[in-house]
């Protein structure tokens, strides 16, 4: 099942509908985290992975390099690897179950620089008893750092899991609250030493 949505700040997802014959378009994007691998289709943003080298990612011989949706996403990631933004406006293509979509629905209500349990997540899907569900719907985010999963910690403080590792994850989130003028906190590091 898909699901188009306009991602702005703060707001739910919009659903609406996709052409999943369309090509799929691709690019890459060199963060301050890593090589960033972007998929499109269709006008909207499929996915966002953080690969530690473009090899790391082999290319079907159909798709093709390239998209004004993707020249979009990669202005948007300079803004806010710059510090100039702090949040994303792009069309995005979320396919995944009605759950998930409604758990990465939640995410992209998380403010900059906050973060929440993943215990607070499955109360804000409506399913308080959910936690290992919602973190599993969470790691299968195909629009990370965008749909934003590193913003959801462990009810302890501590980071969690990362499907980016856990460095990419702690440098994301320390950025946010330094850019933002927030404190860093000591639970953050606390099982990375």
């Known amino acids: 099942m898909a699901a188009l949505a306009r991602l702005r700040r703060n707001a739910p997802l919009e659903i609406g509908s996709d052409d ?4 799929t378009h691709f690019d890459w994007y060199s963060s301050p985290v890593g090589e960033v691998f ?8 499929t996915s966002l ?5 473009r090899e790391d990612r082999p ?5 093709v390099e390239g ?7 990669r202005s948007q990631l300079d803004a806010y690897f710059e510090g100039e933004a702090r949040g994303f406006n792009l ?9 998930q979509r409604r758990v990465w629905g939640e995410l992209c209500k998380i403010p900059y620089s906050r973060t929440i349990s993943y215990a607070e997540l499955a109360r804000r899907v409506g399913n308080p008893a959910a936690s290992r569900a919602v973190g599993g719907a969470n790691g299968r985010n195909p629009i990370s750092l965008i749909v934003p999963c590193h913003r959801v910690i462990a009810a302890d403080g501590t980071l ?3 499907g980016g590792g856990l460095d990419r994850k702690l440098w ?9 003028g927030r404190d860093v906190p000591e639970s953050w590091t606390r099982k990375l030493r």
């Open 20 to 23: 999943v014959n369309a090509p």
């Open 49 to 53: 992975h953080l690969f530690g080298r």
């Open 91 to 99: 069309p995005i293509q979320l396919d995944g179950t009605p759950f």
């Open 160 to 162: 969690g899991g990362y």
């Open 38 to 45: 972007l998929t499109a289709r269709d006008g909207a943003l």
């Open 67 to 73: 998209a004004s949706v993707l020249d979009l996403a």
């Open 59 to 63: 290319i079907p011989d159909d798709w």
């Open 172 to 180: 994301l989130l320390q950025f946010e609250a330094e850019n933002f």
